[in-house]
């Protein structure tokens, strides 16, 4: 057994799968909501001092952190390669335990300085960054470390104590990450609470964060939104998303095709920022589409710990049923399934091929709905100005893209596309410095960088003079 989920194991704890294959790998903890009034204590006690050490030594702190998930970091991405299903290998559990480590490292060397609004004869008036006291952090299942990280390095760098409520269905890779990162970190100010749903409710609810970080679904994120009404808690709210890429005509395909692929499928297109609905011109229509199934049908898939795989699983049966309805609809429908369209039950019972459907339109669930699957529908389209509105249609609302071989078009067309992110000639790209987030039902507020730190802080005003 892995040692770190062996170290995270509890006796009569809840019994966590392999993605690929089904058998446990752990035994998480089943924390009930009645375990939330402890931490929050423990969190009360220990954030005061935490706050009051100068920022630097809260950054060298983080660096320390940084070097311990370095020296396990082939053990932590073999846990969640496990758990999640993401091969190591490629964009998959490698990079994901390597971003850990860049926004610890990142995190810990950035500071928000006072910023002076006025100095003039009668104001001397500064704006300043003021820890919120607790944080929640709630997540998803899909980059359960990464997402983690995104949360809390931040939060902790301001000063803030920190309450994680991982995934249920992938607790056991962050209990690992927080164990190691707790290595480091005085007692109290970074902890973890393992359930369900009721407990992310009780968090999420409860008066004494000031802040929840919260990514996942938009329906969980309204529900939140909701219940942060009572207690006027600040929400950063990264929601779900569906993507759209628009190919402008005369592009080069080939140039273009590998990061368009990767674009969608990156964790088997389990990922909040992919491609999940391509638009292009009818005249390059049958080449992408071509193209695209050659890439998807030579790509290997399998168990994420098999080094020769570069696609998985579906992390969860409930996952598996939402693609496998999106593609038995888009058939029934006379959609062209060029390539993949079935399970593939030889590799595992969650593992669906990679699939490519032709003449895929608006409205259609595949194109309308969240796939969050190794699917791809890609649409046709004749003017640009079409395709820019049916980009534009959808409520999700967290990245976009533009593909093309013209500077000048691309970025006329990226400003047109409404979105928290849009990339030119790529999709889903992040940097630890450059602000990212949804706008319109993907959500709101900003991590990363300064933006970052920013939302797990309280503004204040100091006026002089
Ligand atoms: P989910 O909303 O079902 O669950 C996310 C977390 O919320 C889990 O920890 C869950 O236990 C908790 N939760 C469930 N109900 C709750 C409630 N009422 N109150 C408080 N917490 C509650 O999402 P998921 O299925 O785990 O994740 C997939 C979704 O996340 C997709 O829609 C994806 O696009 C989105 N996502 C967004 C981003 C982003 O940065 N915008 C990143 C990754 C994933």
């Not at 991405?77 to 758990?83: F, L, T």
């Not at 950035?110 to 929640?136: H, R």
């Not at 000031?210 to 929601?239: D, H, P």
Request: hydrophobic share 45%; with cysteine.
């Amino acid at each position: 057994m892995n040692p770190l989920l062996q170290r995270v194991s509890v006796d009569g704890g809840r019994p966590i799968p392999d993605a690929a294959t089904g058998e446990t790998i752990g035994y998480a903890p089943e924390h009930v909501v009645n375990d939330l009034e402890a931490l929050i204590t423990r969190a009360r006690i220990a954030q005061p001092a935490w706050a009051a050490l100068p920022a630097s030594e809260r950054g060298a702190l983080l660096h320390a952190a940084a070097e311990r998930v370095a020296l396990v970091a082939d053990e932590l991405a073999d846990a969640v390669s496990r758990e999640q299903g993401k091969p190591l290998n490629g964009i998959g559990a490698r990079v994901e335990v390597g971003a850990v480590q860049g926004w610890l490292h990142v995190n810990a060397d950035l500071e928000v300085a006072p910023e002076v609004l006025v100095d003039d004869a009668e104001n001397y008036s500064e704006l300043i960054y003021k820890p919120v006291g607790l944080v929640g952090a709630v997540g998803p299942w899909n980059w359960p470390l990464m997402i983690t990280i995104w949360q809390i390095a931040p939060a902790l760098k301001m000063g803030n104590a920190v309450i994680v409520k991982p995934s249920e269905y992938t607790p056991l890779s962050v209990l690992a990450l927080v164990s190691i990162l707790n290595e480091v970190l005085p007692e109290g100010v970074l902890q973890v609470i393992s359930g369900g749903r009721a407990v992310g409710a009780a968090l999420t609810s409860h008066p004494a964060f000031g802040k929840i970080m919260f990514t996942g679904s938009t329906a969980t994120g309204k529900a939140i939104a909701a219940a942060s009404a009572q207690n006027l808690t600040r929400l950063t709210l990264e929601l779900g998303g569906n993507d759209a890429g628009i190919v402008l005509p005369g592009t080069d395909i080939d140039a273009h095709l590998d990061a368009l692929f990767w674009g969608a499928f990156i964790n088997t297109g389990q990922t909040c920022a992919a491609l999940k609905r391509l638009y292009v011109h009818e005249s390059q229509y049958e080449q992408v589409l071509d193209a695209l199934a050659r890439k998807a049908a030579a790509t290997p898939m399998g168990r994420g710990v098999d080094e020769s795989n570069e696609l998985g699983p579906l992390q969860n049966a409930m996952q598996f049923d939402i693609v496998a309805r999106l593609v038995d609809d888009a058939r029934a429908r006379g959609r062209r399934i060029v390539t993949g369209g079935s399970p593939a039950p030889h590799l595992g019972r969650t593992f669906f091929e990679a699939t490519i459907v032709g003449d895929a339109v608006d409205g259609d669930p595949i194109v309308d709905e969240e796939q969050f699957g190794p699917v791809l529908p890609v649409i046709r389209y004749d003017t640009v100005e079409s395709a820019i509105a049916s980009a534009n249609r959808l409520d999700a609302a967290l990245g976009a893209s533009v593909w093309g071989d013209d500077p000048a078009q691309t970025r006329e067309v990226a400003l047109r596309l409404e979105a928290g992110t849009v990339w030119i000639n790529k999709h889903g790209g992040i940097h630890p410095m450059v602000p990212f987030g949804g706008i319109k039902g993907s959500g709101y507020g900003m991590e990363f960088g300064f933006e970052g730190l920013k939302s797990v802080a309280v503004p204040v005003v100091i006026t002089s003079r």
